[in-house]
């Protein structure tokens, strides 16, 4: 059975119409997408604009509703209302979502699970590099919603085709680290308003080029969709075109023509991370769409080279990793906090620079 993932509720952190282009958290909401529109009548009565909607739109509930409003995703003639906003004639109300409106079939998939955390609301994750979150354009099957999908088979409570459940935030496919799916309604919404309010806590680990000048610091810029290559988000100057984004970012280790670096997220925009190192001239490394996958410091001297095409093969993708997640339980409201180690690949891509950073100062020694 299809059925249209028109989720209502709540703007996933990093939703996209694209699973390469997700952010994941490294962010979304680079972009908006009408989903519903309606005209009210020159006769309209004031009423409320979630009975307004409820009325409207098939197999919506009113709380569903109420909650979007919560979330700036109802709109009165273009500004962002509450639900309990009267309709005055001739409104042109809009529902608004961070994704486009499309049809997938979740067919269950039996796909290895890293499962770090479970309990009856949520489930934590630890995703490896290479798997798409969601099926979308081009990626079908073979998600980790598949992979979900299969796991929770026997739960009657859960539905994989039930846009009220499942990833509150989302990743990119070559970026590896943690996710939390809710299991039910609630949770969901729960968890979807820490994201949304910047009250969850998110920290990456990222190998980028170049020397790093100080220690702790903090990018603020618009990202949007670049206007020359729809592939690729940029950072705009502000109040032009994107959405304002803010990441903060603490040296781990300088690591010779690289540095390995914290990033921590206050918003969650597509690509934010990439995007905004790239910005202040510290691309990911290896990160072939925004141009990390080529030598961009040192040399191109053949010996170096080569060192540098042994690293791209130990780490064949952006070196971003998802370390740290935190929220609080929607049920209990304890805070959690949960921490992945760096994957083996970019372990291996540390120790490569460290031990490049070792023999270069034994010969400078010698």
Excluded at 97 to 126: A, F, G, H, K, T
Excluded at 257 to 284: D, N, S
Excluded at 303 to 329: D, E, M
Aim: glycine share 8%; aromatic share 8%.
């Amino acid at each position: 059975m299809k059925v249209g993932f028109d989720n209502f509720g709540l703007p996933e952190d990093d939703l996209n119409d694209d699973p390469d282009l997700l952010s994941n958290d490294e962010g979304s909401q680079q972009g908006e997408y009408e989903h519903y529109r309606f005209v009210a009548d020159k006769g309209q009565t004031m009423i409320r604009v979630d009975k307004f909607l409820t009325d409207r739109i098939e197999n919506i509930s009113r709380n569903r509703i109420q909650q979007a409003a919560e979330t700036g995703n109802i709109r009165a003639n273009g500004t962002a209302v509450k639900s309990s906003y009267k309709i005055k004639p001739l409104d042109v109300v809009t529902v608004m979502m961070s994704y486009p409106r499309r049809e997938i079939e979740i067919i269950p998939e039996d796909i290895p699970l890293n499962i770090v955390y479970e309990d009856e609301d949520l489930m934590v994750v630890n995703k490896p590099a290479g798997l798409v979150v969601h099926p979308g354009h081009g990626n079908y099957t073979g998600t980790l919603i598949n992979a979900i999908a299969w796991y929770l088979r026997d739960d009657p409570a859960f539905n994989c085709n039930d846009p009220r459940l499942g990833l509150v935030h989302r990743i990119d496919k070559d970026t590896s680290g943690l996710l939390v799916i809710a299991k039910n309604p609630e949770a969901k919404t729960h968890l979807g308003l820490q994201f949304f309010n910047k009250t969850s806590h998110r920290k990456y680990t990222a190998l980028v080029w170049g020397v790093i000048k100080d220690n702790e610091g903090r990018i603020e810029g618009n990202i949007g969709r670049d206007l020359r290559d729809r592939q690729q988000m940029t950072v705009f100057p502000d109040g032009d075109h994107g959405k304002t984004a803010v990441t903060h970012y603490r040296v781990i280790e300088r690591l010779g023509y690289t540095t390995l670096v914290e990033c921590r997220l206050e918003t969650g925009r597509t690509h934010q991370i990439r995007a905004h190192m790239k910005h202040i001239g510290h691309t990911i490394f290896n990160d072939e769409r925004y141009g990390g996958n080529i030598i961009l410091k040192g040399n191109h001297f053949t010996k170096y080279k080569q060192f540098i095409n042994n690293c791209f093969n130990l780490c064949p993708r952006q070196a971003l990793h998802a370390q740290t997640l935190g929220f609080v339980h929607p049920r209990t409201k304890e805070e959690l906090f949960f921490d992945s180690p760096l994957p083996e690949d970019m372990n291996l891509l540390a120790d490569k620079w460290k031990k490049y950073v070792e023999n270069k100062d034994n010969e400078s020694s010698d």
